[in-house]
């Protein structure tokens, strides 16, 4: 696996190696006590360990294989002296070569030391040197007899091996209490070889005093070299990382107080047993009282620093929370506030005694006592606790409820209890829910807005059992804002919304939607829900006289307001803006049989079904045979003061539904793959009308529309090209409008298209600006002679200053670019001189001219009256005939404007 630490090649080998050669040394000195092989396996298990330790610490980077180098030295040195006593030289060079690999573990620690222990050194020496006087003397207590007994050796090296075991008893506890925590399971080897030298060396005197085995000390040997072997094969790789706090050696000081303590104390049994101490005894024990209490006055230094650091640290603490606006609450494991700080009182409404071992859920409100245990449980199972910042409301201690924020929660200490920070945000919560009520609030009616309905609609749409939906729409709504004024409309809507909120049930939802389109989510089935829409009906169904400003009923004109209803059931996990549309279908079925009825989405449905599925089976062949129509509806100069160009519109009059309006026809053209032979059968009907005028001498542009999907399919510049020839029209005279989402997304060949359609001499028009998603970057590249503004734009520009601003700026964008600018849609006198205002240079709508069919287009040319573009007589009816607008043609129905 990637990033294990990778273990030095010979390391499991030698061990093994090791413990073999400890077994054949135990077997020979049991069968030969003097065999001189029992040494030899010594020195070749040395000679083994030496060589592995070389390889570690050529493996550990600079100063880091150093100690493994000296533990080396050392093997090397006790192999030599293990090799001088098999070949049965003198026995005092032998053992003084094995006693000179005694320091090497001393070098050996020192190395594996970090360089720096910011003021523990002094405090880690001192446990060792407690620890080595108390081997010492406990050593020379039960060792003494021992010790005398032992012949051969002079008595300065015979003192030499318990003492030297002492001082590596020491370095060993050195090692394992002050090396860093990476390096702390080598140190422990380490110790373990140390512990393990020292009891070779005394296993050695009790050896040649005939105390002990003669094969015991080679076996232990031989551990020494197995655990430095070992502790080499622990040290990693990488240098561990030194942090910066400091720790105090606790191992140390349990370890060399609990030694010191039974050395003394084995002295003291010494003496109660009639052997009083030696002289160096005694020494040693009044060294070792006066190192450990020295020991003892370090430690308590220790703890008075730690304690107070604690106590400076927890002022801090204290100081940074009581310094801001949010409480802590430390909760136990059972849920229990253990600790509260900062503004308690005021953010909570308790005080601290109050709530000391008091449950903070019983506190919460019952619908928030979820989230607290959401965040136990998240944290306990050391997982992200979801849903935070929250709000929760938790009672004060005057009964009130107060909104909290909980806004972050940690684990507290090493148990199960949580941190929990928690802020009072009642103003905020209160500011908030004024807002969402002034949001989700229709200001004129009181009632909900759209917003909220739909959002009332989603809820409803997940329940078992959603109801239905009612849309409502005021029949006459529009006179009433045109003749009284549309402060008088605002009264009758405010009006009818006290009327639908009485007539409603309590568990009704009534909002306006908008205009004078109310609706209505009612929890009851189709029949319940159809009698409430009936009742609708006849409230609504009534003459309404407006009061005068001063609230005074003057004579003035009655109007007739009614209302008609779409109904539509609402199926379980239903699309919410489906359920609407399937209303709002009924709704315009209820309009197109009269108004001031009631119908439901089943009837709107089956008739809108059949009504496609018969135009989708005769299209085809109205287009094969010709049976469609073309008219025309010019386009005016301003400046020129005549028509210069013509818009062809393709009609269909079909012999049993009737007028098929324009978007009804390309839409179903479109979705079953038609528009193209349709819009191929409009330029070759266009041009061959328009022909004849252009040879009898009339100056015309010929403007006709091209969908998107006509332009994809790639034979656009083929079925232009066809027509012209077959008509004989000039291409200059034909002008191709072209949506945006077609001009501005169009791929690497639809450019190529345009391109070749300009080539050809095609002017090109960007048709319903506005309407798509032009950008200013790409609208100075599209090559593109003419903009046509979108009729939302017309629509607004006498009342809305900010829509008479953005025509300018399309203006004068058109201007700058070299295209004209064309507005359509112009209805009214006031359009009309708000555009002229604008020196908007050329129009289109019907108040100059409606759309004519072919065989009228001459005598509308020839008697165009030019007056039509004059400014308004003061004090008079604006010039022309009277036009009815297009939103009050009784074959269009746009929910919420039309009556």
Not at 312 to 329: I, K, N, P, Q
Not at 856 to 872: M, N, R, S
Not at 877 to 895: F, M, N, Q, S, W
Request: glycine share 10%.
């Amino acid at each position: 696996m990637t990033g294990a630490p990778t273990r030095p090649r010979g390391t499991t080998a030698v061990p093994v190696l090791l413990g073999v050669l400890a077994l054949a040394a135990a077997l020979l000195a049991a069968i030969a006590p003097a065999s001189r092989l029992v040494p030899l396996c010594v020195a070749a298990g040395g000679l083994a360990a030496a060589a592995a330790l070389d390889r570690t610490g050529a493996r550990l980077p600079g100063r880091r294989g150093l100690p493994w180098r000296f533990m080396a030295l050392g093997a090397v040195l006790l192999a030599g002296g293990q090799v001088l006593a098999a070949a049965g030289g003198p026995v005092e060079p032998g053992a003084l070569l094995a006693l000179a690999g005694v320091p090497v573990p001393v070098v050996a620690v020192a190395l594996l030391l970090p360089r720096r222990r910011r003021g523990l050194g002094s405090r880690v020496a001192l446990d060792g040197a407690v620890l080595t006087v108390a081997v010492v003397l406990a050593g020379s207590l039960m060792l003494a007899d021992v010790l005398a007994a032992v012949d051969g050796l002079p008595r300065g090296l015979v003192a030499a091996y318990p003492l030297l075991g002492a001082v590596l008893c020491g370095v060993g506890v050195v090692a394992v209490t002050a090396v860093a925590p990476p390096r702390r399971r080598a140190a422990g080897w380490v110790l373990a070889a140390c512990t393990a030298m020292a009891a070779a060396a005394t296993a050695d005197l009790l050896a040649a005093a005939g105390a002990a085995p003669t094969g015991l000390p080679a076996v232990l040997w031989l551990a020494v070299l197995a655990a430095t072997v070992a502790g080499a094969a622990a040290d990693p790789p990488r240098p561990p990382a030194v942090g910066r706090d400091v720790a105090v050696p606790l191992r140390g000081v349990v370890v060399a107080t609990g030694l010191a303590h039974a050395a003394l104390l084995l002295v003291v049994l010494h003496a109660l047993a009639g052997r009083p101490p030696a002289p160096h005894e005694a020494g040693a024990a009044a060294l070792l009282v006066v190192l450990s209490a020295w020991r003892a006055a370090l430690w308590a230094a220790d703890n008075r620093r730690v304690t107070r650091r604690l106590q400076r640290t927890e002022s801090y603490f204290r100081a940074l929370l009581h310094s801001g606006d949010a409480v802590t609450v430390v909760l136990d494991d059972g849920g229990r506030v253990g600790w509260v700080s900062g503004p308690v009182e005021d953010q909570l409404g308790w005080t601290e005694p109050d709530l000391a071992a008091r449950a903070l859920e019983a506190l919460l409100h019952p619908d928030d006592r979820g989230l607290v245990r959401r965040v136990r449980a998240a944290v306990a199972a050391g997982a992200p606790v979801p849903g935070l910042p929250a709000a929760v409301r938790l009672r004060s201690r005057s009964g009130h409820w107060r909104d909290l924020e909980v806004s972050g929660a940690a684990r507290a200490g090493r148990g199960d209890g949580v941190v929990l920070h928690l802020r009072d945000v009642s103003d905020r919560r209160s500011t908030q829910r004024e807002l969402e009520r002034l949001a989700f609030t229709d200001f004129l009616t009181g009632l909900p807005n759209r917003a909220r309905f739909m959002a009332a609609l989603e809820e409803a749409v997940l329940r078992p059992d959603p109801g239905c939906l009612l849309l409502v729409d005021l029949d006459g709504f529009k006179a009433v804002n045109d003749v009284a004024g549309h402060d008088a409309g605002d009264r009758l809507l405010a009006t009818v919304a006290d009327q639908l909120r009485s007539a409603a049930r309590e568990d009704d939802v009534v909002a306006r939607l908008g205009g004078d389109e109310f609706a209505l989510l009612v929890p009851a089935d189709r029949e319940e829900a159809a009698g409430l829409a009936e009742r609708l009906v006849l409230v609504l169904d009534q003459a309404h006289r407006p009061a005068a400003p001063d609230g005074s009923r003057q004579p003035g004109p009655v109007f007739a307001v009614s209302g008609s209803v779409g109904l539509a059931e609402i199926l379980p996990g239903d699309d919410p803006t489906e359920a609407v549309r399937r209303a709002d279908l009924a709704l315009r079925t209820a309009k197109a049989a009269g108004k001031n009825c009631m119908r439901t989405s089943g009837e709107a449905l089956d008739r809108a079904v059949s009504r496609r599925a018969r135009l989708a089976q005769d299209l085809p062949g109205a287009i094969e045979e010709g049976r469609l129509g073309l008219a025309f509806q010019p386009v005016v100069g301003v400046h020129e003061r005549r028509v210069l160009g013509v818009e062809a519109l393709v009609r269909w009059e079909h012999p049993v539904l009737g007028a098929v309006p324009a978007d009804e026809l390309v839409s179903l053209a479109e979705d079953d793959g038609l528009v193209v032979a349709l819009e191929r059968w409009v330029l070759g009907a266009a041009t061959a009308a328009m022909a004849p005028l252009l040879a009898a001498g009339q100056d015309l542009q010929l403007g006709v529309n091209v969908s998107v999907r006509h332009l994809q399919a790639g034979c656009l510049v083929a079925d232009v090209a066809h027509a012209l020839a077959a008509s004989g029209m000039p291409p200059h005279r034909l002008m191709l409008e072209i949506t945006e989402s077609a001009l501005m997304g169009g791929d690497d060949r639809t450019d190529g298209d345009i391109a070749a359609l300009r080539e050809l001499g095609c002017v090109l028009s960007l048709d319903d600006f506005g309407k798509g998603y032009s950008t200013l970057a790409r609208l100075a590249r599209v090559p593109v002679d003419v903009l046509k503004m979108d009729r939302a734009f017309v629509a607004h520009i006498e009342d809305d200053p900010r829509t008479r601003a953005l025509v300018a700026g399309v203006v004068d964008l058109g201007r700058t670019l070299g295209m004209d600018v064309v507005a359509e849609g112009v209805e009214t006198a006031g359009q009309l001189a708000a555009l002229r205002a604008l020196d908007c240079r050329f129009l289109q709508g019907w108040l100059l001219a409606r759309p004519v069919p072919a065989e009228e287009l001459p005598a509308l040319l020839d008697g165009f009256d030019a007056t039509l573009l004059d400014p308004a007589v003061p004090g008079g009816a604006a010039p022309g005939p009277e036009v009815r607008p297009i939103h009050e043609d009784p074959t269009v129905h746009l929910v919420g404007r039309g009556g």
